[in-house]
């Protein structure tokens, strides 16, 4: 069974630009995460869907990050523009239904300089 | 709201010892609780899920317990070897997404 796809791996910008991160999770997952990961500390959850709606997005910062899961599959998430402090790692994960056991994609490493 | 804590920060030891890593919640209305390994520059790999309803799972040389009345889970590893360093992460589920602790980094010294 193939595992949750991410793209980039890395990405490196200067503050400012916008950046886009892809997300395929597991077939059949109808929840989908997307977390960030400040060096040192626990992933923080960012937004969730269940399907292609959004069931929470309180800790996602609205003026400068957008994320859509269209037709409820693949979802991506973007940020413009990017701040310094958003230099962190991007983790998307999936799971078959919102309490079940959720499974993480290798995550995209950004830097912002 | 959900707060997760793990103790230690980090921790080393010789090889083939056994360990006890440690993870507090602060709401014991959880569903689930999942253990994670994270390696260097990598994503997160699950161990074991606990749902409210079970006491304690096995996986290998792994098994986690839950005491959902004191606020805890504790991950106990069995004959540690070298490859079993990393980091170590729990996260509690309510009704709302993985809520993480910040990790217990993990150094096996062979």
């Known amino acids: 069974e193939a595992g949750v796809a991410q793209s980039p791996r890395y990405k490196i910008i200067e503050k400012r630009q916008s950046v886009a991160f892809w997300c395929n999770p597991i077939?059949?997952?109808?929840?989908l995460y997307w977390y960030q990961q400040i060096l040192g500390q626990g992933p923080k959850l960012l937004i969730q869907?269940?399907?292609?709606?959004?069931?929470?997005d309180s800790q996602l910062p609205k003026d400068r990050f957008s994320a859509e899961r269209l037709k409820g599959v693949d979802s991506t998430l973007k940020i413009q523009p990017a701040k310094l402090e958003d230099s962190a790692v991007y983790l998307c994960?999936?799971?078959?239904?919102?309490?079940?056991?959720?499974?993480f994609g290798q995550g995209t490493r950004l830097t912002v300089v | 709201k959900q707060e997760v804590t793990q103790i230690p920060a980090a921790l080393s030891v010789p090889e083939g010892e056994n360990l006890v890593l440690n993870c507090s919640f602060t709401?014991?209305?959880?569903?689930?609780l999942q253990w994670f390994r994270q390696d260097p520059g990598k994503g997160l790999t699950s161990l074991l899920l606990?749902?409210?309803?079970?006491r304690e799972q096995t996986s290998g040389r792994l098994n986690a317990s839950l005491d959902k009345s004191s606020g805890r889970s504790t991950l106990y590893i069995a004959a540690s070897q070298p490859g079993d360093s990393a980091t170590y992460l729990c996260a509690g589920r309510e009704d709302t997404p993985l809520v993480f602790g910040k990790g217990t980094r993990l150094s096996v010294i062979a």
């Open positions: 077939s059949g997952h109808a929840t």
């Open positions: 869907f269940q399907n292609n709606g959004v069931v929470d």
């Open positions: 709401d014991s209305a959880i569903y689930n």
């Open positions: 606990i749902q409210s309803s079970q």
């Open positions: 994960a999936s799971s078959l239904e919102r309490s079940t056991e959720a499974f």
